[in-house]
């Protein structure tokens, strides 16, 4: 039913009959005794706070008892224990547990007319006028409950593409409500800012980060929000980036313009979180991909303590698959953060069932979650009933939250805890798991194989168009398209012999990256330019490969909905039905995108379409 959607993974059955023994304590404590007291089966449970534990917001749980140090801590055991006692499939050791990383953020990339930037689920909870008073708090409550279930501890409500009004007297209010629901949750606000923002909103002449009249500008707009809000997180910037104002505007560098953000936030205990994925800006006719490192690298170390320098998990932007983006290898001497996209924007937006966890588990195989500081992910929520749009959308909400927590858990570890969560223990969280833990790679394989990446339609993103990203981007930001099909061949030359991006990495990577024989088949066509009739790896003719990959992803979507089909007695009509209709769309856009790149590069390799085909058309 549609109400279970909107209840997430959190289908606790209200029970009422235990005994929660806590101490006195704020609303945090509070919340997690009420959770509690209305769902835990068993008679009595004991909440501690214990001084001696560590202070970060961990906890051990082992059964009758929660301890924390906090009472975030206490919250999050209370959802741990909540969580074992919905589903089965794992069983779990004890022991004490706390958070890899210690801010683990949403990004609403929320506009403020209540619209969302690669939203596929509706308006924005937080700014869109669909929902008022007390339905618009208890939305955002729910919202709360479910971040904290996982533990996610930050939101910054607004796009990075946002307005400068975000800081008049009218956002700083709502935002401030918002804040006061969050908090008991654990959960800080952050906001997106505009670099331009005194200008733009009329107060200074200039935006120049070294100006006296701007400083003044923004120690008074952080002290405005500081009062209101004392816990504020701080801003997150994307700056001279795609077009929007930044410190090259006036001569000054990204370290100077964070840097006189960080100082006015700094007297707060506010931090800025600096976006890294900027192109078309200083380094403008560049290889897209190397901008990031081209920009950044000399000013490693430059950086004040509380600026957190945020960067996408590949170079270019959130495609099926990328190579992990090199910045990570380069600032040696600045606290870093992965962006992770939640939103499917390149994966199927709100109608294919893809699940996430795959994508970012191979992001860590390549950047240790050591060397990082936060971890943000690029929300898909908005007002929709189920929140997500695709009913396993929600998974990849809920993956990011747990792999922030603990990115050394399995994808199928997360999906089963998912499935059982939110499908019950009827169903064969096996079959369900194994779908979404193949879904990724299926998706890579019947959108962009072998390194192929933004054959996009332009503006929307959503099915294959082989030079969408002409109409996109100014050729001036960087040199397009990426594909480079010719008749000689396909992929961007990004050797040494070519814009030589391998040098960006890290050894082995680099070697292994640049030289041909060794580049993983996986990364062919991002970083090699090769004939049609290439041998890879596998001993297969590149052409040959191209095509069978396209069937493969298809085949995977076939079983899919083979698989939900005998499924079908164990999910409730609803979501079968709901879930049927998608992957119905999943298949006809897999053949669409087959259909459409083979042919458009067949112009080119002037090759027959010949592939491993056992029965799909
Ligand atoms: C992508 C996306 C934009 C977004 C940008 C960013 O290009 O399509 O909508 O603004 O990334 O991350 O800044």
Redesign the pocket.
Known sequence: PAEDGHALWLRYKPCGKANIIAPQGGATLQTAVDELKRYWQGSELKLILNPRLKDDDGFLYNGDSICSHSELGLLYGAYEALRLQAQEAYPRLGGYTAPKFSRRILNH?DNLDGTI??GYAGKSIFFSANLKGQEWAGRIREYGRANASVGINGSVLN???TSPKVLTTQYIDTVCTIANILRPYGIKVYLSVNFGSPKALGYTKTADPLDETVKKWWKKKADEIYQRIPDFGGFLV?AN??GQPGPFDYGRTHAEGANMLADVLALHGGIVMW?S?VYGAKHKGEDRVMQAVSEFKDLDGLFKSNVILQS?NGPL??QPREPYAPIFDNMKKTQQAVEFQITQ?YTGQGKHLVFLAPMWKEFFSFVAPDSLKAIAG?SNIGDDINWCGHPFSQANWYAFGRLAWNPSFSSDFIAQEWIGQTFGNEVNSYILADMMTTSREACVDYMMPLGLHHLFASQH?YGPEADGVKAEYPLEWCPIPYHKAAADGIGFDRSSKGTNAVSQYREPYRSLYDNLATCPDEYLLWFHHVPWDYKLHNGDMLWDELCALYYRGIEQVVSYQKLWNELRPQIDQERWEHVNRLLALQLENAKECRDYVLRYFQQFSKMPLKYNFTGVS
């Open positions: 990339w930037e690669c796009n990075v593409n994307k980036a795609e976006r994925s996408k932007d959130f924007e690029v993103h």
